[in-house]
């Protein structure tokens, strides 16, 4: 039988939904792992600073992700990218709050949450997406190659999945959050 704390949520520790996620998850009783670089700005309880072989295996799976996403100028956040492999890793499925936009009839993410997304997709994860600008759950359908319509709230369903998302989070993407854990837990 599944208790509460059994399951672990990895996230990055960063101001917006990182933050409300362990702030949730602590209401829950769910453990967190909050992954870092070597830094004084993180100041999360949970906080675990990666190790130089970490940061090495993490630039890997930034530099496989960028394949995808053809960014430029990803040395000035390489950091916080590699990172993020660590909250996707040890995670079987991944949750994320950010906004999403549509280019060429496809969904695709805002900003630097996508770089976690992408790690994801590239191992197979489940993902799930809220849209925090249309208040709308998706899940990333492999088969597509695209994130669909969830027509149900999603419930944590791993013992270990990552929570992770927007620094500029809204009302939408903390109630969000809020009913992820309340869908789950309660």
Not at 29 to 38: D, G, L, M, R
Not at 88 to 106: D, G, H, I, P
Not at 155 to 182: D, P, S, V
Request: aromatic share 16%; charged share 20%.
């Amino acid at each position: 039988m599944k208790t509460v704390n059994h399951y672990t949520c990895h996230s990055g520790g960063a101001e917006g939904a990182d933050s409300y996620f362990e702030f949730f998850a602590k209401k829950f009783q769910v453990q967190v792992v909050a992954y870092s670089y070597k830094t004084n700005f993180h100041s999360s309880e949970n906080k675990y600073e990666l190790t130089v072989d970490e940061f090495k295996e993490g630039v890997i799976q930034v530099l496989k992700a960028n394949e995808i996403l053809k960014r430029t100028k990803i040395n000035a956040y390489l950091k916080l990218l590699a990172r993020n492999w660590f909250q996707v890793k040890y995670a079987n499925e991944v949750f994320a709050v950010t906004n999403l936009k549509m280019v060429q009839n496809r969904l695709q993410i805002k900003g630097g949450t996508a770089w976690a997304v992408q790690m994801a997709i590239n191992n197979n994860k489940k993902v799930f997406v809220y849209n925090q600008q249309t208040a709308q759950w998706f899940f990333w359908d492999a088969y597509a190659l695209n994130f669909k319509t969830l027509t149900q709230k999603p419930k944590i369903t791993a013992y270990h999945f990552a929570g992770i998302g927007t620094r500029n989070i809204n009302l939408f993407g903390i109630q969000a959050i809020e009913e992820l854990f309340k869908n789950t837990f309660e």
